[in-house]
Each structure stands twice: as structure tokens, then as C-alpha cells.
């Protein structure tokens, strides 16, 4: 079961038991106390079994969300450490590049070019040591990077856990569905 399934599952019990316990308080609280065909004692018990089985479902309910929340922040730091781990390539390549043109040594057009989008002064700074090596026989490199991917977007960590199959057993329904001894 997914865990959105689950939470909805969860909720909708969580609202039956609610609506239900109410019925009976309701009921206990309208009748005298001398009441002859009215057994306060069985709702007294009805109601103190609906309260324990509401507190156990919210119990569940909380357990969910508690794991929820966790595939969440598990999901988000993932999704910034390959953020990171991209944006840190992306500079190391980039240095590659100015020190290949730093030696005077020939790069693609398209590298030149992210070298400038990335760092402008580190461009021109590279561009200038490569007047000063202009003596040495320049070697020549390929791109460094690959042709563009295409990336799908990715799932936001909310999606993702929603999402995610969770081992819980759906809430009991009981005899929630009982109607409240009428007055």
C-alpha cells in the first residue's frame, strides 16, 4: 500500500471513529440518568472501546506521516547532493578548460563559451596567459562535455514518498459503522 493510500485510509477511519464517538457522547449526555430502557453502562463501554480504537488509529496515522516525512527529507538530500555533485563537475571542467587555454593549448568553441558563461574573469585571465604561452606547440582537446542530456524532471521528495510502498495493514473498521443507540 502506498503511503498516500494509506494516510487517506487513515484519515477517513479517523473521521468514521470521530463522527461515531460523537453520536455516543451526544446520546450518553441527552438521556436522564434514571432513563428505565436505557443502558448508560453499554454506551459508557461502547464509547471507551470507539476512544481506544480512534487513539490507536491516530497512533497509525501518525506513523505514517512520521515516515513520510522522513522519505522526504531522505528524498530532498539526495536531490541536493546530485545538485551539488553536477554544479561541482561543472566547475572542475571549467577549470580544466582555463588551464587548457591558461598553457595556450587549443578547446572547443562551446567550452570557450561555458567557460564564459561560468566565470568571465577566469576567461579573460586564461585568455591572457595564453598570449604568454603562445611559444609552445599547443595541443588540441575535445569538448569535455558530453552532448547535452536531456534530463526528465525530477519527482519532488513530496511526490516520491506519497508514492512510496509501505508494509502497514489498513485501519480495522470495527463496528464503527453502527448507528448510536437512539433516545
Not at 443502558?39 to 480504537?53: G, H, K, P, V, Y
Not at 496515522?61 to 563537475?89: K, V, Y
Amino acid at each position: 500500500m502506498k503511503i498516500g493510500e494509506a494516510k487517506q485510509l487513515y484519515q477517513s477511519h479517523l473521521s468514521t471513529l470521530s463522527s461515531y464517538r460523537q453520536k455516543l457522547k451526544k446520546s450518553l449526555e441527552s438521556v436522564p440518568e434514571n432513563h428505565p430502557n436505557f443502558d448508560r453502562t453499554e454506551i459508557s463501554s461502547e464509547l471507551s472501546r470507539i476512544s481506544a480504537e480512534y487513539e490507536r488509529t491516530k497512533a497509525g496515522l501518525e506513523q505514517i506521516c512520521s515516515q513520510e516525512t522522513l522519505i522526504q527529507n531522505a528524498e530532498a538530500s539526495r536531490q541536493e547532493s546530485e545538485a551539488t555533485a553536477e554544479a561541482m563537475e561543472e566547475m572542475m571542467k571549467c577549470l580544466e578548460i582555463a588551464r587548457r587555454i591558461s598553457n595556450g593549448d587549443k578547446v572547443p568553441a562551446s567550452d570557450e563559451k561555458k567557460l564564459m558563461e561560468y566565470d568571465y574573469k577566469l576567461y579573460i585571465s586564461a585568455k591572457n596567459m595564453a598570449m604568454v604561452n603562445k611559444n609552445n606547440k599547443p595541443k588540441e582537446y575535445d569538448s569535455l562535455w558530453d552532448e547535452e542530456e536531456t534530463d526528465e524532471p525530477a519527482s519532488s521528495p513530496e511526490e516520491i514518498a506519497e508514492n512510496t510502498e509501505i508494509n502497514i495493514a489498513p485501519p480495522s473498521a470495527g463496528e464503527t459503522g453502527a448507528e448510536a443507540p437512539s433516545e
